[in-house]
């Protein structure tokens, strides 16, 4: 089956602009997760949602930063205000059925966000 | 709180020499370890995982890890490097219960000489 997908898969903006980045995950899974990595903070944690749960935020940089999932699949990471040091890859992930965090995550290939 | 440590941000090995990737990790509680692997422009891709079942795992590609607890290690080998084994190489970790995200180390760049 597909994997996890990303879009878009590269993207270029002004500082100050809004950006909205899409992660499609694996169908059927439960769990889905943002990371940012970036040449000076290597692989960061930014956002987690499991099912219905209220999502796990703790890894937002910033107030800037909000992520949504609608219907338990798709999800969208949006910035606002972009700064230049929000420029980084972001990636998307997805895991199956939580049961107590040894479940493997599957990784899309990532959007690259370049802040001028 | 749990961290990963990767000693050595660059690796050169020859063709069909071991290959060493080092990486320690703390954590408060039992740890699920993980390595993923990128290669150039892809996602990251899964290696191996310790989750308490044996302690010797062993993935895709030849790789293998061992977990040792007494020196909190989990260090990533394979016998003979090949030279589609060029790329970058992340340990990770997370806890047993409660939060689910992966703590990545800062990862290790792998280049096989010919």
């Known amino acids: 089956g597909a994997g996890v997908s990303q879009s878009p898969s590269n993207k270029v903006t002004e500082k100050g602009k809004d950006v909205e980045l899409r992660c499609d995950p694996i169908s059927g899974h439960t769990a889905l997760y943002w990371y940012r990595q970036s040449l000076g903070q290597g692989l960061e944690f930014l956002i987690y949602f499991q099912g219905n749960s209220a999502p796990d935020k703790s890894g937002l940089p910033s107030d800037r930063f909000s992520a949504e999932r609608t219907g338990g699949s798709v999800s969208t990471l949006t910035i606002q205000r972009t700064q230049q040091e929000d420029s980084a890859v972001y990636l998307c992930?997805?895991?199956?059925?939580?049961?107590?965090?040894?479940?493997?995550?599957?990784f899309g290939p990532g959007t690259r966000l370049l802040v001028l | 709180a749990q961290s990963v440590t990767q000693l050595g941000s660059h690796v050169s090995v020859s063709e069909g020499a071991l290959v060493l990737l080092r990486c320690n990790y703390s954590s408060s509680v039992p740890p699920y370890l993980f390595w993923y692997v990128q290669y150039p422009n892809q996602g990251l891709q899964l290696l191996l995982k310790?989750?308490?079942?044996?302690?010797l795992v062993k993935g895709i590609n030849g790789f293998e890890a061992e977990f040792k607890k007494s020196e909190t290690s989990f260090h990533l080998t394979k016998p003979s490097a090949h030279m589609s084994d060029a790329a970058e190489y992340f340990c990770a970790v997370t806890q047993r219960a409660g939060a689910n995200n992966l703590f990545f180390g800062t990862g290790t760049r792998l280049t096989v000489i010919p």
């Open positions: 310790y989750t308490s079942a044996a302690t």
């Open positions: 992930a997805s895991s199956p059925l939580d049961r107590g965090s040894g479940e493997t995550q599957y």
